[in-house]
T-cell receptor
Framework: EDKVVQSPLSLVVHEGDTVTLNCSYEVTNFRSLLWYKQEKKAPTFLFMLTSSGIEKKSGRLSSILDKKELFSILNITATQTGDSAVYLCVVDQAGTALIFGKGTTLSVSS | DVKVTQSSRYLVKRTGEKVFLECVQDMDHENMFWYRQDPGLGLRLIYFSYDVKMKEKGDIPEGYSVSREKKERFSLILESASTNQTSMYLC???????????????FGQGTRLTVV
């Protein structure tokens, strides 16, 4: 059965901390892995990863994919209260479906 | 096992056709959503509904309409399909008061629509 597993399910940190969110997957016909930040009605796209070992960065956020070990991590450095959100990991199964993880709820306290 | 079910995994339609995408949830959720997913653009909200016969526009409602005649069913309608509506369409539902798509939200498996 295809699945995407995120850990931890929830996380509470203090402003300034660095956090690492994990996503492991077992999906046939893998095409890409996507990370989203969910605050309101629609998730905000963060990264799309297709190749192993190539880090993608956007400001304080970065992500990398390991297609051999079948996982991805999302790093957030110097966290701010505005980073509080649910972070979704999604695997695009080529030509068929999107497989969603359950999300990691991140709370950043000031 | 509770779930959100979309009626079709794959659809191929011709330009100008009227297309119905159906979504049914068995969790008695009040809120239902339709998104489309395109490479490099992420998930974008088309319409959502927080009650029977209620609907609100999302970020990209143009070219679409919706119908929520029963609580468990939320339909997305393409009045006259166009090639730029070729995409993956996702339906989701959440409990009342929970507009956030989090661990309590459920997605359908997606419908990959191709308009030729």
């Amino acid at each position: 059965e295809d699945k995407v597993v995120q850990s931890p399910l929830s996380l509470v940190v203090h402003e300034g901390d660095t956090v690492t969110l994990n996503c492991s997957y077992e999906v046939t016909n893998f095409r890409s892995l996507l990370w989203y930040k969910q605050e309101k009605k629609a998730p905000t796209f963060l990264f799309m990863l297709t190749s192993s070992g190539i880090e993608k960065k956007s400001g304080r956020l970065s992500s990398i994919l390991d297609k051999k070990e079948l996982f991805s991590i999302l790093n957030i450095t110097a966290t701010q209260t505005g980073d509080s959100a649910v972070y979704l990991c999604v695997v695009d199964q080529a030509g068929t479906a999107l497989i969603f993880g359950k999300g990691t709820t991140l709370s950043v306290s000031s | 096992d509770v779930k959100v079910t979309q009626s079709s995994r794959y659809l191929v339609k011709r330009t100008g056709e009227k297309v119905f995408l159906e979504c049914v949830q068995d969790m008695d959720h009040e809120n239902m959503f339709w998104y489309r997913q395109d490479p490099g653009l992420g998930l974008r909200l088309i319409y959502f509904s927080y009650d029977v016969k209620m609907k609100e526009k999302g970020d990209i409602p143009e070219g679409y309409s919706v119908s929520r005649e029963k609580k468990e069913r939320f339909s997305l309608i393409l009045e006259s399909a166009s090639t730029n509506q070729t995409s993956m369409y996702l339906c989701a539902s959440t409990p009342p008061g929970r507009f956030l798509v989090n661990t309590e939200a459920f997605f359908g498996q997606g419908t990959r629509l191709t308009v030729v």
